[in-house]
């Protein structure tokens, strides 16, 4: 059988945030409870660091360039809530590089599931800006490395993380190639993302928000992902999906106010799996944000074995 391919990589600890909610001790936290539970049959791979030219597809060239250098500098606070270490630079183009080995594995190898797990997170990353814990936004350069290295033509992304995929919304606001779908709490950061953003010029409609209230929990994230996110993409017919999988719209994480448990992570992702086994798109998943260390653990690995 397949492969099932979970990436990271050890520069993740070099990004030093200090005392941040997004720290190093997330993922060494998974890792440490997938060890415990057992992996679920994936395979443990080392994320490459991505090409500088499939960076530069999603961000300008400039402003690459200017993490490199502020990185290299030995870092510091790029707004406040992002802040950078002399590591940062090798983390983030490992975490990119994770993402794209995922859609790689994915499509070019037949691996049945791929998770890329790493940091820094992507989803706030614009085409020329860093921001919200993110400096580059890792499943959009593997989206756009799936059109343009794979030749597809259709990629759909669904974005669970508690916050508004600002980044992913904007790179992709006029593109039919890509299907952006988020369930966010409303109101939160960064303040994006209404139901009536439904993308602009030959992208109108293929931007889907569904802001969800403070206090919403596995039901109605589950119901969205059932009457909204599935019928949508299965009427899209995408070639790909990827889940931008945060983790923050669970009950004990302290960034947000949502209350989903890892029974609702398991179901939204049993229901994407069959989506993804019904259309022959491929699924693979790329970790956004998780803040409290136990719950982010234990609904990765709820996430693995409903992909298993
Ligand atoms: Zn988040």
């Known amino acids: 059988m397949a492969a099932a391919v979970f990436l990271s990589h050890p520069s993740y600890i070099g990004h030093d945030t200090g005392a941040h909610p997004e720290r190093a001790a997330r993922i060494a936290a998974i890792e440490r409870h997938l060890d415990e539970t057992g992996w679920f049959g994936f395979e443990r791979r080392e994320s490459p660091a991505v090409a500088r030219e499939l960076l530069e597809r999603c961000h300008s060239p400039e402003y690459v360039a200017a993490i490199e250098r502020f990185c290299a500098a030995g870092g510091g606070q790029i707004d406040a809530d ?27 190898e037949g691996a049945r599931a791929a998770f890329a797990a790493g940091r820094p997170p992507g989803h706030h990353a614009l085409a020329a800006r860093a921001m919200g814990f993110c400096l580059f936004n890792n499943v959009a350069v593997a989206a756009l490395h799936a059109l343009g290295a794979h030749g597809l033509e259709r990629v759909a992304i669904l974005d669970w993380d508690v916050h508004h995929g600002n980044g992913t919304n904007d790179i992709f606001h006029s593109s039919a190639e890509v299907l952006y779908a988020s369930i966010h709490e409303s109101p939160l950061y960064p303040g994006t993302g209404p139901a009536s953003d439904r993308g602009s010029g030959a992208g109108v409609g293929f931007t889907l928000n569904m802001p969800v209230a403070t206090g919403s929990g596995d039901a109605e994230f589950c119901e969205l992902v059932d009457s909204m996110v599935i019928p949508r993409m299965r009427d899209y017919r995408p070639q790909l999906i990827l889940i931008s999988a945060g983790y923050d719209a669970h009950v004990e994480d302290p960034l947000a106010g949502c209350s989903v448990t890892e029974e609702g992570y398991a179901t939204m992702t049993s229901a994407m799996r069959r989506l993804s086994e019904e259309l022959e798109a491929p699924l693979g998943v790329v970790l956004e944000g998780g803040y409290e260390l136990g719950a982010l653990a234990r609904s990765v690995a709820a996430t693995l074995e409903a992909l298993a």
């Open 82 to 108: 992002t802040l950078v270490s002399a590591g940062s630079w090798q983390a983030a183009l490992h975490c990119a590089g994770g993402a794209v080995a995922a859609v790689d594995a994915l499509l070019a």
